[in-house]
């Protein structure tokens, strides 16, 4: 077993205890297809929508009874309490992805809609000192770059 396996391992360990917590301080059962959801969602590499997510647990769990309304409120009660992340696809729906991953920002094709994760040190720092000059106090940001994507151009 690798090492970095092994760090991914205690983490989501770290995240299950959370997330059984949150259950308990909402009153909801810790059931084995709500833990499905967030442990696919913590392994997968993809942003994912809830049909996505549905269709992946189906194939790897296909005893498993986790209806699509399961995953929306799942998805839902995960990204009131950040959790889970979503970019959003207007009149396509939502798509998802686990909040605890290292800051990045995000490309998205308009196209085929692939997203491109990015970290950019001169781009971070430049937003830290617009919030100083402007007296603001930064919390977070999130950055959505919207185009067509290298595949798509040369596609077409």
Known sequence: MSTNFTERTIEYDKLLADFKALLKEKALKFTNQREKILETLYYS???LTPEALHQLIKEK?????????????????????????????????????????????????????????????VIETQQHKIADA???????????????????????
């Open 134 to 156: 402007h007296g603001f106090k930064m919390q977070d940001h999130s950055m959505q770059i919207y185009g067509i994507c290298k595949k798509c151009q040369e596609n077409s």
């Open 61 to 121: 769990y296909p005893e498993l009874n986790a209806g699509i309304a399961t995953i929306y409120r799942t998805l839902s009660m995960l990204e009131e309490n950040d959790i889970v992340s979503s970019l959003s696809f207007g009149a396509q729906g939502k798509k998802y992805e686990l909040g605890a991953k290292d800051h990045h920002d995000h490309m998205i094709c308009t196209k085929c809609h692939e997203i491109t994760e990015f970290v950019d040190e």
């Open 45 to 47: 590499q993809e942003h």
